[in-house]
């Protein structure tokens, strides 16, 4: 059938002239590549055919397709086993604390409530982003495998901005949470109810995966020269974009239209939503009152610095700051995706009595608060 096919695409092509044409690739001195034109061979074909000429002529091109090399820790490369160790264990503690945290929120009856729903979502979050992260970091360190394909790259790089965004938006509805919690607690149950977690969580997964559907098809568009040497031990979005040759000016643009969209938009909310909050506390009569109202917020304040001040500073990196030292761009970029996953847990069973009372009853787990 393939035979018969080809041979019919090969008559075509004979009929225009010889348009067969003949690629050469200079990257690491490959030989010239001789290959059919895929539209004078494909146009004169009916559409059932002109489909399966299109997926024969890319698959017999996906083979040439560029190669991405990831870096570790650049002058350390001879200790990279050893530094390897305490990735492992940073890993492994992310794993296990967010782990933990959905079989808590699962099975304790009384952690049931929007929060707790919210942290259940957030913790399935970090999971996600160590679990696409993990697989390249280790790589380089365990293997020194620092070599990724085009369609790897983007869909590691697909899952961590998706996952990134979706977090932003869960830490949104966490400060929604928190903003009907102590301005309008008597409606609080009738506001945050389960369809309406459902809902804002759904919201936070669409909006993430919808606006970054379209980046990996501009990257596909792009050619790439040079070593294509990534400054990252996984595929980030702006970095690849660097490597990429052309006018990248739209997909850069877009880049900075879905950041606006999704973390900017998310920042101004929050801190609108705890404006309010610290007013609605200050107009409390009793001092009591006012710091355990705002100790219900400890947690959410301290997971958002964790997850945003990372975010912030790798962005900062990547605009203002081209001759930075590699390994300060190493160091920024495992805290970026690693800290907040490895955080979170912790923070939540430091500072959540309801937390700590859950994994006293599941764990026979002890307190380990300071002055406690």
């Not at 870096?71 to 530094?83: C, D, M």
């Amino acid at each position: 059938m393939r035979g018969k096919f080809w041979a019919k695409a090969v008559q075509y092509r004979q009929a225009d002239h010889g348009c067969e044409k003949e690629k050469h690739s200079t990257d690491g001195g490959n030989a010239g590549v001789r290959s059919l034109d895929t539209t004078t061979v494909c146009k004169h074909l009916g559409l059932p055919s002109y489909i399966h000429c299109l997926m024969l002529a890319f698959n017999s091109t996906a083979s040439n397709w560029p190669t991405f090399s990831f870096i570790g820790i650049p002058g350390l490369e001879a200790a990279r086993i050893w530094i390897s160790i305490p990735f492992c264990v940073l890993y492994l503690i992310a794993l296990v604390g967010n782990a933990l945290l959905l079989i808590l929120v699962t099975a304790e009856q009384n952690l049931h409530e929007p929060q707790f729903y919210f942290l259940a979502v957030l913790a399935l979050t970090d999971l996600g982003l160590s679990l696409s992260t993990m697989p390249s970091v280790l790589a380089v360190f365990w293997f020194d495998a620092r070599h990724v394909g085009l369609d790897a790259c983007l869909t590691q790089m697909f899952f961590i901005h998706t996952l990134s965004s979706v977090e932003s938006g869960v830490l949104v509805a966490m400060a929604f949470d928190r903003l009907v919690a102590i301005c309008a607690p008597l409606n609080y149950t009738r506001i945050l109810t389960h369809a309406t977690v459902a809902c804002l969580s759904g919201a936070a997964l669409i909006r993430g995966a919808t606006l970054l559907a379209p980046l990996p098809f501009f990257l596909r568009t792009f050619p790439f020269c040079g070593a294509n040497i990534l400054s990252h031990s996984y595929c980030y979005y702006p970095d690849v974009l660097n490597l990429a040759c052309g006018d990248v000016s739209f997909s850069s643009t877009y880049g900075l239209v879905f950041v606006l969209c999704t973390f900017a938009v998310d920042v101004v909310f929050i801190i609108t939503s705890y404006m309010k909050i610290l007013g609605t506390i200050m107009k409390l009569k009793t001092q009591d009152r006012n710091w355990r109202s705002l100790h219900t917020c400890a947690c959410h304040i301290c997971t958002v610095l964790v997850f945003y001040l990372p975010l912030i500073s790798l962005a900062v990196l990547h605009c203002y700051t081209q001759d930075a030292s590699p390994i300060l761009y190493t160091t920024m970029s495992n805290a970026y995706l690693l800290m907040t996953p490895l955080l979170n847990p912790l923070v939540y069973s430091l500072k959540s009595q309801q937390i700590q009372a859950a994994l006293r009853k599941r764990f026979w787990v002890q307190r380990v608060i300071a002055g406690e």
